[in-house]
């Protein structure tokens, strides 16, 4: 393809993509192939000869947009939503077309800057301190691919600072602490690195956060019996229910555990921290006196496409002290004199993608203030569906809404007030069915999770789509399978 011929596609790609944008709301959420369907359609061999790159697009629209789950659909509720923007397509078109792997600074001197600055905007916008600023000179933030890649970074790098700091402690006694409701990154950390993980227990009378009090106790209990617990993964927002973290008590609790890292998962909720009247319910003073790093994915609720997950470090050193390996062929005059980042010592890749670009264009393009009123539309959507929710003869909620997010289960009001009400297994069995019914549809998608033993249904917000007409079909989809899932199960 020469430069001519990518100006016809490109044209071609773009409007093509826009006709997916106005025909988005009634194409089905859930792509609806078969397993293997793919393989009908793409031979098993590459091309001997090149293609005619018409056909290559067309075969785009044809073999691939079948397969495709609809993450920014009005109707898609599922997991959480992933953020997607026009700024930030654009974002991710331009840094395709320089194609720069920007591990140091020598590689794309504006890959590396505008990161920095941007990270610092990014700090400003949630409310972070400046201790977590790149000017800080001190801490900094880096965009990582995900939560999970940042969980890793982080715990590579309080395992080293612990490991410096106490060179006798052998790697066995080392912990990971965890809740059982921290997402799996944190298990998959410990699989990676070898390390073992203890997940704590956390109450459904608490909201599922996690008190200090049982964090005293459990970082009691096991320094006693020979381990060193050196990092806390602590949520603000958990994947199943949002729940937060009871962060003021974890402070208080670990003033008597200097050694212990505070790692805030904040990859979801984070970006809510963006509007001030949040930020109590959210904590974010407190996690600025007490966390060691912050991640807060751009990707979900941040209006950026994925991906872009981002890690604020209240000390830098602590990632170059872990992950710096320099040799010859790395090596450049400005890295060694230190005046500027080499971000390959901030994570565990060297290349790394130009995803700065997306989150500056979003940020300028939407500011402040339009960045601030997305998350607050979302919370609003929710608490519309909420309303719905408590007047609904069969539906319950299972915790307290947390910002867009809803956990809710089929359990019929006149049966729970009766003497007759279903026992807890009852409930779960007719709740797998309920959720299975929702999920072999295609016009929504909402996935489910199991909370200290019930069986739940999750509604997210999130698509810069969604409007209140499409909460309203939700909730009205929501009721009429629960009719028949209710039907069928007296039957
Ligand atoms: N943390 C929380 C609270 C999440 O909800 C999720 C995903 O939904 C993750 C981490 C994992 O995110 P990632 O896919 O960026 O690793």
Known sequence: MDIEQFRKAGYQAIDRICEHFYALQEKPVMSQVKPGYLSQLVP???PEKGE???????????????????????SFFAYF??????????????????????????ASPAATELESIVLDWAACLLGLSSVFKNTSRVGGGVIQTTASDSVLTAVVAARSLYQRNHPDVPLESL???????????????????????????????????????????????????????????????????GAIDDIPEIGEVVKSYPDLWIHIDAAWAGCAFAAPELREKLY??????????????F????????????????????????????????????????????YRNWHLSLGRRFRSLKLWFVLRSYGVEGFRNRIRRSIKLNEGFVELIKQSPNLTLVTEPSLALTVFRLAPKSHLDSQSSYSLAQLNELNKAYH????????????????????????????????????????????????????????
């Not at 997950?309 to 060694?336: C, H, M, Y």
């Open 175 to 241: 912990v990971i602490y965890t809740t059982t409701q921290t997402h799996s990154l944190g298990a998959k950390a410990g699989l990676i690195l070898g390390i073992k993980v203890k997940a704590l227990e956390v109450k459904l009378e608490d909201q599922l956060c996690l008190r200090g009090e049982d964090l005293e106790k459990a970082l009691e209990k096991d320094t006693n019996a020979g381990l060193r617990p050196f990092i806390l993964i602590a949520t603000v927002g958990t994947t199943s229910s």
């Open 81 to 106: 939503p992933t953020a997607n923007s026009f700024e930030g397509i654009l974002g991710d078109l331009y840094a395709s077309s320089v194609s720069t792997p920007g591990f140091n600074w020598v």
């Open 52 to 74: 005619d790159f018409q056909i290559i697009a067309d075969d785009f629209q044809r073999c691939i947009m079948p397969g495709i789950t609809h993450w920014t659909h009005p």
């Open 284 to 297: 974010v003073k407190e996690i600025n006196e007490t966390a060691h790093s912050i991640c807060v994915n």
């Open 299 to 342: 990707h979900k609720w941040g209006l950026v496409n994925f991906a872009c997950s981002v890690l604020w470090v209240r000390d830098r050193q602590n990632l170059i002290e872990a992950l710096d390996i320099t040799p010859a062929f790395l090596r450049t005059k400005e890295g060694d004199s230190g005046v500027v980042t080499d």
């Open 436 to 491: 299975a019914s929702l999920a072999s549809r295609s016009d929504i998608m909402l996935t489910q999770t199991n909370i200290n033993g019930i069986f739940c249904i999750r509604l997210a917000v999130g698509s810069p789509f969604t409007e209140e007409k499409h909460i309203q079909q939700a909730y009205n989809v929501l009721e009429e399978e629960a009719k028949s899932a209710l039907q069928l199960w007296k039957q």
């Open 44 to 46: 098993a061999t590459p």
